[in-house]
Nanobody
Framework: QVQLVESGGGLVQAGDSLRLSCAAS????????MGWFRQAPGKDRDFVGG????????YYVDSVKGRFTISRNNAKNTVYLQMNSLKPEDTAVYYC???????????????????WGQGTQVTVSS
């Protein structure tokens, strides 16, 4: 079992930046890809991006490409989501998740993730 705890959310203005962190414990974090998802009010939980177990590959959905960056520090069991040039449409609860399968690239589908954090709210005002 793994525990994931997100932090770093908040209320910012359009154009600002935020860095979310996701701290993992209770599992061999470094062997698993990590993903970030977000859920806006009344909408489904959507994949934002992910990072492979090694950190060598990342993937982003088109709406955040060039603005968001995912990184990981396996020594600290932490994955990060750096969000720049934030837009009001980025407002959502953001979740990190750990992949079910070790030594893989980041899955794109939520069903391929084993555990989720509790989420952190990001609100971007216009």
């Amino acid at each position: 079992q793994v525990q994931l705890v997100e932090s770093g959310g908040g209320l910012v203005q359009a154009g600002d930046s935020l860095r979310l962190s996701c701290a993992a414990s209770g599992r061999t974090f470094s062997l698993y890809a990590m993903g970030w998802f977000r859920q806006a009010p009344g909408k489904d939980r959507d994949f934002v991006g992910g990072i492979s177990w090694s950190g060598e590959s990342t993937y982003y959905v088109d709406s955040v490409k060039g603005r968001f960056t995912i990184s990981r520090n396996n020594a600290k069991n932490t994955v990060y989501l750096q969000m720049n040039s934030l837009k009001p449409e980025d407002t959502a609860v953001y979740y990190c998740a750990i992949a079910k399968t070790p030594l893989s690239a980041a899955p794109l589908n939520a069903r391929d993730y084993a555990q989720w954090g509790q989420g952190t709210q990001v609100t971007v005002s216009s």
